[in-house]
């Protein structure tokens, strides 16, 4: 609560209206009774008469002398040695004070340093991860720019060349940091620090622990893109014999199979974040000559500002008094730390001095904090608070002395002269005595009974009641105002309200007493006033009345004040309840609600997008169920300061329930796409930082968010919007949780038919729904040579499906693998089936196989499995290869094609002139067959160039000892014009569709006439 809250008029606030009018005659009650109090003019009669009675005679006069004397000389002697006394203990609490002070201070600031230590350490990965994925996001967008840009207008190799040399130059990370390129096989496409490596395959590399560094990033490149995170060991820039460790991003160019990534060392981080606390410390002062240095645990000075050049020096080349110092500090560091004290030479003077220090172990870096500072500073300033406080006791101690002096005189001559008036008197007051002695008795009597009335009437009342001079001094307090300021009647008269409040309360309450006494207002106000005696605060409601004397002249004040302090702290606990939740202090459902709906009309307002972020904790349950709700609500409340630190102060983190959380960003951006952008890096930044590790009395725990994403533009209502994030955050959740997922309809049906297909290819496979089909492959003189399997799918409720719309899937998913076994198996049992047949016995059969069945480990030792198994001739089994498969790795799968060519399995060149062919490898294959594309034989024979390039690539066959197959011969011209330049082999509609196995069969006995 702040010191004071602000003033409100009665008028203004309603409870005052309604206690105004009791106030105020409650006031001018005590204001009567006051003044009846003090112009009783029969006190001071009494008084005067009782002191007449008892006048001594002249005869007691000397005794009177000595008593006054004697009881002067004890009381003064008395409080002389009482003063002394207090002296001595004064300048003692000072010393000690400052003592304290010091070493508090010390502490404090060894603290901050120690905090600000903890937080630089941990944000050094998370700065390294964040700037290797904007520098490895740029050069991922550079090449992709390029390949977008030349894509039709050079070949591939011309366009990976741009791109290597393009990124080749570029460095960051102050030259240490440059980017790599690998291929997802394993081999080395750009590597600036060794550019002899380039062109090699070496996916089982290693680093000095046996991590394998080219495998690692392959599966690093596999991640979804910001996870692709790699960390392993790499050559020191600084001593190439040796290696650090190293973190690595990469992601992952799927136009050429590639993995685009950059690195840096974790160490020069670590240095670089060193350097910085460093600096922000050499900063920092303690006084005007304390400072906190640091060292390590060998002694070397790493800061010391008073002794900088000791930062460059060892520490066997330190002085000995320096050496014994830092020799101290290293034992009290091992000890756990604590405060000590050295000689160390004065900067000004170069002569020893003693220091006070707090030396402390940091938490990282191997470092050691000391917090110290010269004592001569320290004792310069006790001197001057010593020297201070005694030349005011000095001036004390005169004027206490004059005092004394002039006390014991004036009661000296006051005694003479008293008892010589009073002698004097005796005999005229003493016949009024008799007379007034009755008269006075019945007069005490009475006003006695009123001011015991008037002292019950005034203690009795639930209220603070007092009475000001015009100085604003305590003339009047009634017993509540004793109990609330915890002294007596005694000690608070004469008192300003300096002495009971702190300096803002005074402050304020002296300007309302002016504005009674001197403005003569009457003035209602709403206090708020802070006790010097115990720091607490209260809220009166007060009403003060000017005191008017007989000619109208003020000459006090009259006020009454209410505690009104539980009422207002329930108040503000009501309102905050209402709005913020209980658990973590963020703004509840109610609040978001009401600012979403303003952010939703300002943004409609200005035509800006803002972003509403719904977070749910994967597997909470669990963690209830297992370390309990206490930990739980523990995990909530560090969820709820983390994602705070995530966002900016405008905009708004709310617990929506359980452990549900949703971020409204206010005002990102007047384009929708620029938008989602920063919406994406702050759900981005909110996923690194709740996936770090939680902490729970010592036991570790890992927690993941899923977070669903929607854009606010205000066409939405605040409903539909949670509704949309919500359902964004159970999408992420269904894509496997710790992630994040934008509200999008189009994708989302996109997504979803997507996720059923696969859902129910992996079923179709399991459940044997495929089938294969074949088209035939016929030679010259139309006799069937072969076919090739063409798979299809059969399914439940669409009937069959063409793989045209099934195969995108089956390669996305990984289902690949599984459905190409079940082809090559399929193909292998229909081979054995065809060799039962003397009709058949000698067709060929073409399998195609995609790239990563190809590249699999295993897949020649299945293929040669399956064609023992079934017991099929190798040479009747071809298998079509895409030319993409072969620019991948062309030497990986020369290797693989020779090894399988010489167990007698044929293989076919799929698409031949639609890619990127070159003849200086296509020479290298062991191939059989080359596949004319269907996109060259849809133009014959009226396209000219359509029938050139048939030409070219029948002339190239012919010259390479090949068997050409037009794929997609549909018409009668079409076969006309292939005969015409002798091509080997046809394969199309005109001939036959792809048919089932009994089809085929039937096929070829009808070409073979025994049908």
Known sequence: MNRRSGQKKFSSCGIFQLAEPKIFHLVSFVIKAYDLQFTSLPVSEVCSCQKKSRTLPRLHLVGTLLIVTLLTLILSGFFTWQKIAEHNASIQRIEASSLLQLQERLWREMQAVKSSIVFTHSQTETLLRQGLVEMVD???????????????????????????????????????GYYFIDEMSGRFVLLPTAPHFEGQLLPDNQDDTGHFIMQGLIDAARQPVGEGFSSYRWYRPDNPDAMADKLAYVRYFEPYDWLIGAGDYTYEWELLQQQQMIKQIRNRRIGETGYTGIINTTGQVLLSIDSAHLEQQEFEKHDNLEQQAISQMLEVAEQGGGFMRYLWPDPNTGKPSWKMALVEPADHWDWILISTIFEDEVKGILQDEVQAFKSISTHSWQTYLIAIVFSLFVALVGSLFFSRWSSGLFKAYHAE??????????????????????????????????????????????RNMEKLLGMSVEQILGQQDSAFFDADSATQTAEDDARVILQEQRVATEEVRTLCSNGNNHVFMTVKLPLRSENGKVYGLCGISTDITERKAMEDKIRHLAFYDALTGLANRRLLIDR???????????????????????????????????????LLQQVAHRVSFCVREEDTV???????????????????????????KVA?????TLRQEYRFEGQSHYSTPSIGITLINGSVAADDLLKQADLAMYKAKEAGRNRLYFYDPAMQEAISLRAQMESELRVAIEQEQLLLYYQPQVNAAGIVTGAEALVRWEHPQRGLVGPVEFIPVAEASGLILPLGHWVLEAACQQLSDWTKREQTRDLTLSVNISTHQFKQADFVDALLALVAQYAIKPERLKLELTESLLIDDIDFAIERMRFLKQQGIGFALDDFGTGYSSLAYIKQLPLDQLKIDRCFIDGLPSDANDAAITRIIISLASELNLWVVAEGVETQAQRDFLLDVNCSGFQGYWYSRPVSAESFLLYVLEQQGET
């Open 138 to 176: 740029m050069a991922w967008d550079m090449a992709n720019a390029l390949y977008q840009q030349q894509q039709g207008l050079q070949t591939d190799a011309d366009i990976q060349r741009l791109i290597i040399e393009t990124l080749r130059p570029l460095r960051f990370f102050d030259q240490r």
């Open 433 to 478: 005595l008799d007379a007034q002695q009755k008269a006075l008795s019945e007069k005490a009597i009475e006003l006695s009974r009123s001011e015991n009335n008037l002292t019950t009437i005034l203690n009795s009342v639930e209220a603070y009641i007092f009475i000001k001079d015009t100085h604003y001094r305590y003339s009047y307090v009634n």
């Open 596 to 634: 979403l709906e303003l952010q939703q009309r300002r943004n409609q307002r200005n035509q800006e997008y803002g972003a509403l972020l719904f977070i749910d904790l994967d597997n909470f349950k669990t963690l209830n169920d297992t370390l309990g709700h206490d930990t739980g609500d523990q």
């Open 654 to 680: 709310a617990r929506f329930g359980g452990d549900e959380f949703v971020v409204m960003l206010g005002s990102l951006s007047s384009s929708e796409p620029d938008a989602g952008s920063v919406a994406r």
């Open 684 to 688: 981005d930044k909110i996923l690194e």
